[in-house]
């Protein structure tokens, strides 16, 4: 079991919990980030690894994707307040970005203009920070005003730390402190606004205490002209629990304010401040809810059971809020999953609800009509083997005579060949709705009692030949006999020789779905390069051997709702490695690839994925790519957030854990004698959340074992992303796809 703030004190006679013994590290000197020996020990093998892998095929394959970035025909993808289209842009000209805002109408055209409200470069050279834009809150105005002020996030590193700074969009500047304007301390927290003189605030800035997992444990109500530490506390949280939470929901007639004590990373307890108290919404901690206006809703990670009725795991169920708080508890199924089906996401507009579904890892999407009965229909919006999200575009504009879109919904698409595309519907009861793109393509769909109209608004380029390529599913078997999906990406009239260069993509953790996606990345620098056929290799006469791009929806994700997710956590985490496994052998049986041409890559809790295979299964990989990766289990939760990840993987420190967790630690796993893939391991000095440590103390050990073709690079800021500007995102993802790419098909890493 895992102790509380209120444990840790045992009462005389008590006996505290064991603590695991500590492996011997030698690499424990390594912990300091900032160190001067630390960074030199880093700067010399980032230039072992330059030496090796920035050649002038790199220079080539960094620049096509540099070109990929920094495309300005990519789509600019918007979000609405009143009037205006915001939206955060980044390219050549502006690395660090524009933050800026269109009308529709401009938008709608094929060079919309922007009105620029901040240029990041600009503040950063003023500043001297290297400052890296996380978002922008707007405060809601007042009735018939336009929107005026905004918190802006701004991390001086990339890092999860932001400083919050308060901005006048009509003057296009900040609001000075000294006239009062907000301006918070670089921190870990959330913010939101109050209103207009008044801010809700988590943080971890000064004296204000945090969390084991390094957030913020209290929030407190801050007045304009306060400090922090002068503003009075109102939540607070166990120090071991994982985060603190307020946030004000201003949608008019439903102003609330909430807090959430976030006690890891599946379980929470969510309030509602009523006559100055907070009041729990009685629901397990397992169970997320969100709230839209009178309703409530819940999705349950486990089975519950209400008044004699068990509702499934993964199933998303209505109430009224007021009536649930005060003790009711009719309760409506809007959604209930099956072997096929899960819930991925949820979106409101003014009258209807859009759920974002996935059957076998392609998706759905479903209109309900709250009005109606909760009746449901589909939305023919979604092809086969791709990834279809809607989502409102504001459901609280209700003008309809002004042109209001209470009721309009994005639609974003996506597939491995397919260039995104971005469309704008309408749902409405009756007659077909308007158009809402003027010129567009439009469509309508009947949905029951409900009617969608929808135009093409924006489509992303074309970034590698798409036409020369075809997406597979394909189902591997697992050890236990569970059957794992996985896509395949490869040229029409692939030679299954066993010789074709494999690049096996996964993560598998904390409910995270792996869904198709278009990447001119991955097309130009992986299925589009090409080695040159060798006689007699079965690739016909003036053809060449390009690259296979393989994602596995393994176990720990989130492709089939909460149960795929739990059957890979903490004593069951084997099974997400067996299926990854499963996948590779599937691969190599069905001739796709062999152990010399297969790689894997994975980044943060897929890097620890790629960790398990480099020790469990070196004998299926010719080659690991691993990114800013969990490695070091046995001391993961005493570095950066890592304590945060306790129920993903269990707790080290007690000894009936560490015995299951040491079996996927790699660090620990690493023997002598075993011929282990060509390595290289990946991450950033900035990266707070699971830090730059793992990756180094890795690489040393594997180093100092001799094992050869070890590689090892650290970007010295960018975040745990690796990056804050495309420049830095193209080299990362340059080194390693040309990494993989000497390794499998050259043979030269």
Known sequence: MTTTAADSAPASGAVPPETAPAPTDENIWLEDIYGEEQLAWVREQNARTEDLLEDADYARLEGDILEVLDSTDKIAMVSKHGEWYYNFWKDRQNPKGLWRRTSWESYC?????????????????????????????????????????????????????????????????????????????????????????????????????????????????????????????????????????????????????????????FNRRTSVLQDGDWVPVDVPTDVNTGVHREWLLFRPQRDWTVNGTTYAAGS????????????????????????????????????????????????????????????????????????????????????????????????????????????????????????????????????????SSHAEVKASPSFFNEADYEVQQ??????????????????????????????????????????????????????????????????????????????????????????????????????????????????????????????CVGGSNGGLLVGNMLTRYPELFGAVSCGVPLLDMRRYTKLSAGHSWIAEYGDPDLPEHWEFIKTFSPYHQLRDGVEYPETFIWTATSDDRVGPVQARKMAARMLAMGIPNVWFHEALEGGHAGASDNRQAAALQGRSQHFLWKALAEGTA
Request: glycine letters at 10%.
């Open 109 to 265: 055209s094929d060079t919309p203009e922007w009105d620029v409200l901040l240029d990041v470069d600009a503040l950063a050279a003023a500043d001297g920070v290297e400052w890296v834009f996380h978002g922008a809150n707007l405060l809601r105005p007042e009735p018939g005003q336009p929107y005026r002020r905004a918190l802006l996030a701004l991390s001086p590193d990339g890092g999860d730390a932001n400083r919050y700074r308060e901005f006048d969009v009509e003057t296009r500047t900040f609001v000075d402190p000294a006239a009062g304007g907000f301006d918070l301390p670089t921190a870990k927290g959330n913010v939101s606004w109050l209103d207009a003189d008044t801010l809700l605030v988590a943080s971890t800035a000064g004296d204000l205490p945090r969390t084991a997992s390094s957030y913020a444990r209290t929030a407190v109500r801050l007045r304009r002209g306060q400090v922090l530490a002068d503003a009075p506390r109102i939540f607070e949280i166990a120090e071991d629990h994982m985060m603190a939470i307020v946030a004000h929901d201003s949608t008019p007639g439903f102003e609330r304010t909430f807090a959430v004590d976030w006690i890891d990373f």
């Open 316 to 451: 998303l169920l209505a109430a009224d809020f007021q009536a649930y708080l005060a003790g009711g508890r009719a309760i409506t199924v809007l959604f209930a999953p099956d072997a096929h089906t899960s819930l991925q996401s949820w979106s409101w507009t003014r009258n209807f609800l859009l759920l974002n579904l996935l059957k076998d890892v392609s998706s759905e999407i479903r209109v309900l009509d709250a009005a109606d009965s909760w009746s449901s229909s589909p939305l023919d919006a979604c092809p086969p083997l791709h990834d279809v999200n809607a989502f409102a575009v504001d459901d609280e504009d209700e003008d309809e005579a002004e042109g209001g879109a209470g009721d309009d919904f994005w639609l974003v698409a996506t597939g491995f060949t397919t260039p995104s595309t971005l469309t704008r519907g309408t749902l409405t009861r009756g007659n077909l709705a308007r158009g809402t793109a003027d010129g567009a393509a439009s469509g309508g769909t009947a949905v029951a009692g409900v009617v």
């Open 474 to 599: 394909h189902f591997a078997v697992s050890a236990d006999g569970t059957k794992v999906p996985y896509f395949q990406v490869a040229a029409r009239g692939l030679v299954l020789d066993g010789q074709n260069p494999t690049q096996l993509s996964g993560y598998g953790g904390f409910e995270v779905s792996r869904t198709p996606a278009y990447s001119g990345t991955i097309g130009r620098a992986w299925l589009e390069r090409r080695t040159a056929a060798v006689p007699g290799d079965g690739v016909p006469e003036g053809h060449s051997r390009g690259g296979v791009y393989v994602v596995a929806n393994i176990r720990g994700g989130g492709e089939y709702g909460p149960a795929w997710h739990r059957a890979a956590l903490q004593e069951n985490r084997h099974r997400a490695y067996e299926d990854f496994a499963a996948v590779a052998m599937d691969l190599i049986s069905r001739g796709v690839t062999s152990r010399e041409r297969l790689g």
